[in-house]
């Protein structure tokens, strides 16, 4: 079985700088593993994914996240966060055997003007 | 391109009625997903299909839970009766198939039971 846990519930940054979202994942196979965003009212948008490529994944809007299997981490980075990067952040877990989604709890991202 | 559709967005019943939901996946996509999330909580798989076969309903609470997908393309997810424990947004998703294709989701309903 799969399992994710965001380290942090909710994280508050100024605008400009930089945003970290912690993410360790348990798998038994290799994993897949998203991250996802959610704004208020809106359906949930991919923002990037790792399949066993590379490491170091680009996503959309700035986002980056690395794999480290030594550490099982899948942590989000954006050099610059922007007022409208505020929302509901989800890591996402999936492995080979049946390719479900576990999501994990959540982070809120909160930008200060 | 389309995105996945959902109706209606917001709904509010009593407790022991009944409710239905529809969502309509991007087109061409075989796989459909229906998940709950409960407030603070990530999205929890209720029922998956293909075309129009259930996949998995191990999550689904099958003595007041339904979904069907009757032509492998709208589905419709029925509450009956409600309890108050079932407020939560359903979220509808669909993938071009069910092999680790990503998943692209609604704009959920919210559902609160009174």
């Known amino acids: 079985a799969q399992s994710v846990t965001q380290l942090d519930s909710h994280v508050s940054v100024s605008e400009g700088t930089p945003v970290l979202l912690r993410c360790n994942y348990s798998?038994?196979?290799?994993?897949?593993l998203f991250w996802y965003v959610q704004h208020p009212n809106k359906g949930l948008q991919l923002l990037l994914k790792?399949?066993?490529?590379?490491?170091l994944v680009k996503g959309i809007n700035g986002f980056e996240a690395e794999f480290k299997k030594s550490e099982t981490s899948f942590h989000l980075t954006k050099p610059s966060a922007h007022m409208s990067d505020a929302a509901e952040y989800f890591c996402?877990?999936?492995?080979?055997?049946?390719?479900?989604?576990?999501f994990g709890a959540g982070t809120t991202v909160t930008v200060r003007a | 391109e389309a995105g996945v559709a959902q109706s209606p967005r917001y709904k509010i019943i009593e407790k022991r009625q009944s409710v239905a939901f529809w969502c309509n996946p991007i087109?061409?996509?075989?796989?459909l997903y229906w998940y709950q999330q409960i407030l603070g909580q990530g999205p929890k798989l209720l029922i998956q299909?293909?075309?129009?076969?259930?996949?998995?309903d191990s999550q689904l609470p099958k003595d007041r839970f339904s979904a069907e997908r009757l032509k492998g393309v709208d589905s419709t997810l029925k509450i009956q009766p409600a309890k108050l424990e079932d407020s939560a947004v359903y979220l509808c998703?669909?993938?071009?198939?069910?092999?680790?294709?990503?998943?692209?989701f609604g704009p959920g309903t919210r559902l609160l039971v009174l």
């Open positions: 998703a669909s993938s071009l198939g069910p092999g680790g294709e990503t998943q692209y």
């Open positions: 798998s038994s196979y290799s994993p897949s």
């Open positions: 790792y399949t066993s490529a590379a490491t």
């Open positions: 996402v877990v999936s492995d080979y055997v049946d390719y479900k989604l576990s």
């Open positions: 087109s061409g996509h075989a796989t």
């Open positions: 299909f293909q075309n129009n076969g259930v996949v998995d």
